[in-house]
């Protein structure tokens, strides 16, 4: 091939680690790569394209993969039943345009993290109206959730499946698949799988959020957990 370019040459991941702080668009052709926790800060949007494939890094610690929506932030993924978007391991072989690869089966759990979404409605801590969310050092500032708008907006969530998470972060600590910290009801999320995650499916922090349409098997734990007077 005079060009230089071999006909099948493996995909690269696209790799993104920390902060993102200005709007962004991520398009099905490409494979993303979490490297670390990927935090979505303050008046922030990322948009998703439906049939996008984010795959998060073998780590764990507090240096485990995940994709965190901080308060005052926007995750706009939204995917159809024939394109969904994926969230999973770097290590599952899948590649851009099909539903699951070959290689990882229900028993392959804790591969990476998770994704953490984080709002301003209320919620119920020790008297106070804001919280760190677990799984995140307390040292990150973008970690905290809770307030007291009713209504508050993260974004939309839809047709999304969420794959073999629940990295450990410390003594038995594990990421949920889905975490939702005082999530207000502007959100909507719906159509929403959690797949063989080591901790629960979905555990929702507080928050007014209403959730619908979820398929949760295989997990370690709680299929969706319930704390801090979720009244969604």
């Known amino acids: 091939n005079d060009d230089g370019v071999t006909p099948d040459s ?40 439906p049939g996008t494939i984010i795959k998060g890094q073998n780590q764990t610690g507090a240096n485990a993969s995940a994709m965190m929506i901080a308060r005052g932030a ?13 969230f999973t391991s770097v290590l599952d072989d899948i590649k851009p345009g099909e539903k699951s690869g070959s290689n990882l089966t229900e ?8 994704v953490v979404i984080l709002g301003k409605a209320p919620i119920s801590f020790s008297g106070a109206m804001e919280a760190q969310i677990e799984g995140v050092p307390a040292e990150e500032s973008l970690g905290l959730y809770g307030g007291n708008i009713l209504d508050d907006n993260s974004g939309k969530l839809q047709f999304v499946s969420i794959r073999h998470g629940g990295s450990e972060i410390s003594g038995g600590s594990e990421i949920n698949g889905l975490t939702l910290g005082g999530v207000g009801s502007g959100t909507f999320i719906s159509d929403v799988e959690i797949f063989a995650n080591l901790d629960d499916g979905i555990e929702l922090f507080g928050g007014t959020v209403n959730v619908s349409n979820v398929l949760v098997s295989h997990q370690g734990d709680d299929g969706v957990d319930i704390d801090q007077a979720y009244t969604g």
Do not use: C, H, Q
């Open 10 to 49: 493996p995909l690269v991941n696209t790799i993104v680690r920390g902060v993102i702080d200005e709007n962004d668009t991520w398009t099905a052709n490409n494979v993303y790569e979490l490297d670390g926790r990927v935090i979505v800060s303050a008046g922030v949007t990322l948009t998703i394209e």
């Open 74 to 86: 926007k995750i706009n993924a939204v995917g159809t039943a024939e394109k969904p978007i994926i």
């Open 107 to 114: 028993s392959d759990k804790g591969k990476w993290g998770g």
